[in-house]
């Protein structure tokens, strides 16, 4: 497993000796299994040794089934959208790497991004690369997240012809999407 820090932010704050590659690899499994793009909430303290240095106590493990130099990580530019996923159904996202991957706003709030006014992402890539990034929420951005989620929420009744139509939308579409969340947090802890 190859580790990279692609933001200047978590480089400095973060070595490989911090990082717990066996849970990481335990979550890539999953992802595997799974089939598709999703996203993971774990808790920072299982992925790092020493998390002190966040404010974050819950992260995103963001699946990629692909290498990655399908999209620049790093890149600051972070928007809110809203994204139609395959059923057609219509979901907040917030919109990284230069537009190239939809993160639903299910796991944004559930991570405490929100609050805290940045997102960690662990992306796991099908390659065993794994880049670490954080991101910087503003305010305007958390409310415009928000403000799209209600948005989203009201096209929930449409008709079978707009369902075929958004799911059209949906094939075209030039971005990942991580609509699939699962939380990881509640997991229970087996002692041995």
Known sequence: MTIEFTDEHA????????????RLWEI?????????????LVPVAELLTDDSCLKNETCVVAWLPRTQ??????????????E????????ACLMLAKGAVALAD?????????QENQLLVFWLFNNSTV???????????????DIDGKCAESHVH????????????ARQAKHVGLFDVFD???EEVLET
């Open 69 to 82: 130099d399908a999209a620049d990580l790093a890149n600051p530019e972070v928007y809110s959208s809203i």
């Open 131 to 145: 880049s670490v990034c954080q991101y910087r929420l503003s305010e305007d951005l958390v409310d415009a997240l």
């Open 84 to 91: 139609t996923q395959l059923d057609g159904g219509r979901v």
């Open 28 to 40: 890539r499994e999953m992802a595997v299994e799974h089939g598709g793009p999703a996203a993971y």
């Open 11 to 22: 480089a400095a704050s973060l070595e490989l000796t911090d990082l717990n590659v066996e």
């Open 184 to 186: 990881l947090t509640e």
């Open 158 to 169: 449409l008709t079978k012809e707009e369902t075929i139509a958004w799911q059209k939308v």
């Open 106 to 114: 299910e796991a944004v709030w559930s991570s405490g991004a929100g």
